[in-house]
């Protein structure tokens, strides 16, 4: 069973679920979500961050194999199609930055390309839903370290004010579909709902490609995986 606003994997006892029928209904929330809301409405993912999509999420991060952007993109396709019957019928769509010089040192944003294919594959699969790509609209104001060696409260500070969005590619009150390839603990797309929300976004949705899940965060902090992950965790 998923936390219904973040996607993490609750640590629930199903027997005593089953009884509190009433907290089941509403949908129940991990302990992260509860203790500290997310400002934005939900975060879905196609799947777990492992295997073969991790594989091909590295590929197109730092191989350029910009060939799978097509595949990857009706995959997180998949994945907006869970928000069908609650977001709106108009969203505009941003993604994740990265740090200008990042960027202009491998010459795209994943997260931005992964946005753009998942348009293109959503305007045949939901024809209703009125989708815009605003490139712009949010952006990284300082370079933030690699998230992979910090533990989850070092991932908030490391990335806190860290976004800025300006207003004039921002219509006041729409709603947002923040996409980025990987939700690690959430502290990058709280950030970036925050920074939406504050410049005038009614609400924020989040779809990644990939999800980690907090057992796999805390082996990554441990450094268990050894350094080959280091550069997975740095956007
Ligand atoms: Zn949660």
């Keep these: 069973m998923l936390c219904r606003c973040c996607g993490e994997a609750l640590d629930i006892d199903l027997e005593s679920a089953r009884f509190a029928s009433h907290r089941l209904t509403e949908g129940l929330l991990c302990r992260f ?16 961050y492992e295997g073969e999509l991790r594989e091909m999420i590295h590929l197109l991060k730092y191989e350029r194999m910009s060939g799978l952007t097509r595949l990857l993109g009706g995959l997180l396709a998949d994945a907006i199609l869970a928000f069908r019957t609650e977001a709106g019928a108009e969203l505009e769509v941003v993604a994740v930055p990265l740090f200008a010089s990042k ?16 348009v293109k594959e959503l305007q045949l699969r939901a024809p209703e839903w009125r989708l815009h790509c605003v490139s712009g609209a949010l952006s990284r104001r300082r370079d933030t370290r690699s998230q992979f060696e910090l533990n989850p409260p070092a991932r908030r500070g490391n990335v806190r004010g860290a976004f800025e969005v300006d207003r004039t590619n921002l219509r006041p009150g729409c709603e947002v579909l923040l996409i980025d390839d990987i939700y690690t603990t959430g502290a990058t797309a709280r950030e970036c709902a925050k920074a939406l929300r504050r410049a005038g976004a009614a609400k924020v949705w989040v779809a990644t490609l990939a999800r980690a899940q907090m057992p796999q965060v805390a082996m990554w902090s441990a450094g268990v995986q050894g350094i080959q992950t280091e550069q997975e965790e740095s956007n």
């Design 33 to 48: 979500c509860k203790a500290s809301p997310p400002q934005f409405e939900q975060a879905v993912a196609y799947a777990v």
């Design 103 to 118: 960027q202009r040192q491998r010459g795209y944003n994943q997260s931005e390309l992964l946005a753009r294919a998942a």
